[in-house]
């Protein structure tokens, strides 16, 4: 049995992973099959995270995070966890592959998944012009119109990075003011190959094979109308991932993990969360690594208060005997 299997594979899983093989806990990291590495995998240039003053690629940051956790000692199973048992002292972790594993404590770090319009055409279309990751496609825009939907900070970095390829990137928002922060507003303003379409929401996405545009309505008058498009980005935000912890851990109105305060306890003893899975409100790299930290010394103190515990027990009954 393990002492932590660590759930996640972005700057929280890995983080908290650097931490728990430091103390020597062993601990095993399931990193998906899909998206190792997290969102960052999907992120061009890092400016924000402390120590790279010259930025950093996303998925370098993501490499040597890695590397970091597995120098010292982690192991990282390339798997996806299929469920997921927390009742009692052992908690079973059940992978795609059939195997199970047990431990003592989880950390359960599996981030947040892009937001769906969830509008007509989006899902048939995906893939064949409608994306969620610019760095993935944008290559596949070169000199062709394309729209970003969003009006936070990913739709201002996508329009922007989607500049480099595309001949015209409009941005549709549905209000008339960003949720972007200044820098990022500002970079997207002052690139003339950016168009804002101001309170505006796709209705629906429109094509045969592939997309060809989009039908739009005004959220102001409600108005429709047409918009020619060869793809559309959409850039509206994430999901906390917590489907395999439905009904096992409490969550919060904003569907996020409950966690106790400042720790990263969950409602159910020996399992801890941390990253975007908590977190409706920051949700940045450098905020998922340190509540790692805070995992990871969680997790620590746990098993140490169970290794007391379990020493404990003998010593109390070894006083019983005594005054027996
Ligand atoms: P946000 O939640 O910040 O923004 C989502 C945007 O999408 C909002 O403008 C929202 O509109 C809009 N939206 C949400 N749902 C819909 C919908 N159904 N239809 C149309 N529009 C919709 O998400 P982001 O992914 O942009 O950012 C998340 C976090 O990650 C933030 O903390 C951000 O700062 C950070 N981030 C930082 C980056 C960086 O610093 N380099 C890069 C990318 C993200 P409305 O405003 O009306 O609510």
Same mark, same amino acid.
């Given at each position: ?15 908290? @992973? ?7 806990? &062993?601990?095993? $990291?399931? *990193? +998906? ?132 390829? @595309? ?7 549905? &209000?008339?003011? $960003?949720? *972007? +922060? ?38 102001t008058d409600g108005s429709t109308r047409e918009l020619a498009l060869d793809g559309l980005f959409i850039a509206i935000g994430n999901d906390p991932r917590t489907h395999l912890v439905h009904g096992k851990l409490e969550l919060t109105s904003e569907g996020t993990i409950w966690v ?54 003998? @010593? ?9």
């Open positions: 049995m393990r002492q932590v299997i660590i759930i996640g594979s972005g700057p929280a899983g890995f983080t908290a @992973a650097i931490y728990a093989a430091r103390a020597n806990l &062993k601990p095993l $990291l399931v *990193a +998906s099959t899909v998206e190792v590495g997290g969102e960052l995998m999907n992120t061009t240039e890092v400016e924000n995270f402390p120590g790279f003053p010259d930025g950093i690629q996303g998925p370098d940051l993501m490499a040597k995070m890695q590397q970091q956790a597995e120098r010292f000692g982690t192991e990282v199973l390339y798997d996806d966890v299929v469920s997921l048992d927390v009742d009692g002292t052992v908690k079973k972790v059940t992978l795609g592959s059939g195997a199970a594993h047990e431990a003592s404590t989880i950390i359960y770090a599996t981030g947040s998944a892009y937001r769906k319009l969830g509008v007509e055409g989006e899902e048939r279309l995906s893939g064949y012009g409608v994306s969620w990751c610019a760095t993935c496609d944008g290559f596949f825009f070169r000199e062709k119109t394309i729209a970003v939907v969003g009006g936070g900070d990913s739709a201002m970095e996508e329009a922007t990075f989607l500049t480099r390829f @595309a001949s015209k990137v409009y941005v549709i928002h549905r &209000k008339d003011t $960003l949720r *972007a +922060s200044k820098i990022m507003q500002e970079r997207a303003f002052a690139n003339e190959k950016i168009e804002f379409i101001w309170n505006t929401e796709v209705e629906e996405v429109l094509g045969g094979d592939s997309v060809n545009g989009v039908r739009l309505r005004s959220t106790d305060g400042r720790s990263s306890r969950t409602s159910v003893p020996g399992v801890f969360a941390a990253g975007d899975v908590i977190d409706p409100t920051y949700r940045q790299a450098a905020t998922a690594a340190g509540s790692g930290v805070v995992a990871a010394l969680d997790a620590e103190h746990f098993l140490a208060d169970l290794e007391d515990a379990s020493v404990e027990v003998p @010593a109390a009954e070894a006083a019983e005997i005594i005054a027996r």
